[in-house]
């Protein structure tokens, strides 16, 4: 097969020696050559011309999720979902697990802090009420932590997993759940890390501002809740602005910690190398997908809602107080698993897209696809000795592959 098209590496310059893959089960069907018809001879004999040759173009391999080639929108959106169908169980059902464990224990956490906490404030009494009311709050509080930090930390090992499966699945190959978690070890530490370091920045932030406001409005009478007012809609605007372009810029730090195995502050830089010149590109994708999977949500949501509630009605029309709470806690069971299944689908799609994102962007910069197809057309051969192409770096070296089982 020969690779014609105008396509060029990095740099402006063509490429080297034309490498082709050799037919796999994943590839399709290259198209039939046309046969040109035989040269029309005129009246005295000699042929009118030479026969026009064959199109020598032929479509990109495509062993697993996505062509071997730079990627369109709809080769994106159509392999985020297609991610879910591929190799379920490592991802719905792992995502599922990891979403309703964290939903769960979330509540459960929540719940008992909140009802030890009432419990203390409502047998307060006396000079040391205030002081108990107080604590109890600051408890409440802090207990509240907990299922954040669980939170991110749950997301961040999902994140890992997903983008794993995205790598390799365009590689044409499945692995099962233990095996993406083994080649994971070593980065979910670092993922975590990214993870709480960013929420960090960002409830840091908040905080800041939210003091100075406070102290604006405690302090400075009238005029300071005016000023109150205008800082706080400037600091709305101005966060709003600079963490789209800073959740842009650093979105691709968890995909390059996994895949390139790098620590968090070269994973910074690589992301915001990476970015230069996609940001629009990168951050309209991420803004699609999030709105389509938000819609969706409300789609199936706000049926099932509006169903509760008249089931609410039928089954108490007398408004007994026992039976509804029995009904609402059906409800909130229900509200709550289909809250756990549109999470759990949504941070697959969510980190595939990113994943995709990645992948489209190097394909683009560092010519990442002739890589995938050396390293797809060598293993086909029976050639184990060719690196992960993933960690091939146009100017460096590259470290020994992961073992993935």
């Not at 740099?11 to 034309?18: D, T, V, W, Y």
């Not at 591929?86 to 509540?107: D, E, K």
Request: proline content about 10%.
């Amino acid at each position: 097969m020969t690779d014609n098209t105008s396509w060029q590496a990095p740099g402006g310059s063509p490429q080297g020696p034309e490498v082709t893959p050799p037919p796999s089960p994943f590839t399709p069907p290259a198209a039939p050559t046309p046969v040109a018809p035989p040269p029309v001879a005129p009246m005295g004999g000699v042929p009118s011309g030479s026969p026009t040759p064959p199109p020598g173009w032929a479509p990109p391999p495509k062993p697993g999720l996505i062509p071997l080639r730079p990627l369109t929108l709809g080769t994106i959106l159509g392999a985020s979902f297609q991610v879910l169908r591929r190799n379920p169980r490592p991802m719905f059902g792992f995502s599922l697990l990891v979403t309703g464990a964290v939903s769960i224990i979330s509540v459960l956490i929540v719940g008992l802090f909140a009802f030890w906490g009432v419990s203390r404030i409502s047998s307060a009494s006396g000079a040391d009420s205030e002081a108990i009311v107080a604590g109890s709050i600051a408890t409440i509080l802090l207990g509240s932590l907990i299922p954040i930090v669980l939170s991110i930390a749950a997301v961040a090992v999902l994140q890992g997993v997903i983008v794993l499966e995205v790598a390799r699945g365009t590689l044409g190959e499945k692995h099962t759940l233990a095996g993406l978690l083994r080649a994971a070890r070593g980065r979910i530490w670092a993922l975590i890390g990214w993870a709480l370091l960013a929420t960090l920045v960002v409830s840091l932030a908040v905080t800041i501002v939210v003091v100075a406001i406070v102290l604006l409005v405690t302090f400075g009478g009238p005029a300071g809740i005016g000023v109150s007012v205008g800082l706080g809609l400037l600091a709305g605007l101005g966060f709003a602005v600079l963490g789209a372009w800073l959740w842009t810029r650093l979105c691709l730090v968890p995909t390059a910690i996994v895949i390139e195995r790098l620590p968090i502050r070269q994973a910074v830089s690589r992301s915001w190398s990476l970015t230069i010149g996609y940001f629009w590109k990168t951050l309209g994708i991420q803004l699609l997908v999030a709105v389509i999977i938000s819609v969706v949500s409300q789609v199936v949501s706000i049926p099932l809602s509006i169903v509760m509630s008249f089931v609410s009605v039928l089954i108490n029309p007398q408004g007994d107080v026992d039976a509804s709470i029995g009904v609402i806690v059906v409800i909130y069971a229900l509200t709550l698993l289909l809250s756990v299944v549109i999470s759990a689908i949504s941070a697959v799609i969510q980190s595939a897209t990113t994943a995709l994102i990645y992948i489209d962007i190097r394909m683009r910069k560092e010519g990442l696809d002739l890589e995938l197809a050396r390293f797809v057309e060598a293993r086909q051969a029976g050639d184990d000795s060719v690196p992960d192409p993933y960690l091939v770096r146009p100017s460096a070296p590259a470290p020994a592959p992961p073992a993935y089982t």
